[in-house]
């Protein structure tokens, strides 16, 4: 990411947390393109470029903190904080490292923060993914919030082949673009939204597609989870839709990955 001096800062000092920016507060107010950079330690500010942002909103790591409705995940070692907040009528999930200690702020936010930030910037624009991210920090990114169902709480017969087709599409669009999803678990990542589906949580996905020459091939191997995963919920909701060779990939999956996806 580009890193940018605040405005009158100290050209020799380019940092977020030199001269006049340190404050009392755990969080120094620094801001630029409506980013508040946490100031624990000395931190570089972020440019509000595309590249860190694909969602309309003016929402800011200390505005999401002080308006925290919900935690939804504690988040305990090696994992983040996730919070319900909201800003003038919108409501977004935060997936937070920013009050962790040192080593694992930047050792393990930076890097899974920024992994889940690129995959929502290389994803935008498919349909039936999380339409709007913001990354707030470098320790932090916010999600819209959907009010919704999770798979794993529609029974059998509830529905049909048809969200069991657009999974299938949402998948396609993926592989389609070189990534993979990787963690498409019924119960936490997809969710019915008036009879729609829709896949989150993009901390997993990532890209064999941009490796040269072996890109197209990784992609497909590394596609296979996701493939197996729409088989087990074709199995589930719309069994009569199984071929022969799905039933073979199913034998296949029930040895290789938890139950639970």
């Known amino acids: 990411p580009q890193l940018l001096e605040p405005p009158g800062a100290d ?58 409705e919900k935690v939804l995940v504690q988040g305990s070692a090696g994992k983040a904080e996730v919070f319900l907040t909201s800003l003038r009528g919108k409501r977004f999930v935060v997936k937070d490292f920013g009050r962790k200690g040192f080593w694992e ?23 039936g993914l999380p339409g709007q991210a913001l990354r707030l920090t470098p320790f932090a990114i916010a999600v819209e919030y959907l009010e919704a169902q999770d798979l794993g709480s529609v029974n059998a017969g509830e529905i049909g082949i048809t969200v069991v087709r657009q999974l299938e599409k949402i998948i396609d669009a993926i592989h389609s673009r070189g990534w993979v999803h990787l963690d498409l678990q019924r119960r936490t990542n997809i969710l019915i939204v008036n009879g729609e589906v829709r896949v989150i949580d993009l901390a997993s996905a990532f890209r064999p597609g941009a490796l ?6 990784l992609t497909r191997f590394f596609g296979i989870f996701d493939r197996l995963s729409l088989i087990k919920f074709k199995r589930l909701y719309a069994p009569d839709a199984l071929t022969d060779n799905d039933r073979c990939w199913l034998k296949v999956r029930n040895l290789v990955m938890p139950t639970k996806w």
């Open 11 to 68: 050209p020799h000092a380019g940092w977020c947390g030199r001269g006049a920016a340190f404050r009392a507060s755990p969080y120094a107010d620094c801001r630029l393109g409506g980013h508040k950079v946490l100031d624990s330690f000395p931190l570089p500010l972020y440019n509000n470029t595309v590249s860190h942002r694909i969602m309309d909103s003016d929402l800011t790591y200390g505005e999401a903190l002080d308006r925290i």
């Open 212 to 217: 040269p020459l072996l890109g197209p091939l």
């Open 105 to 127: 702020r930047h050792f393990l936010g930076r890097i899974f923060i920024g992994r889940e930030a690129r995959a929502y910037q290389g994803l935008a624009g498919i349909e």
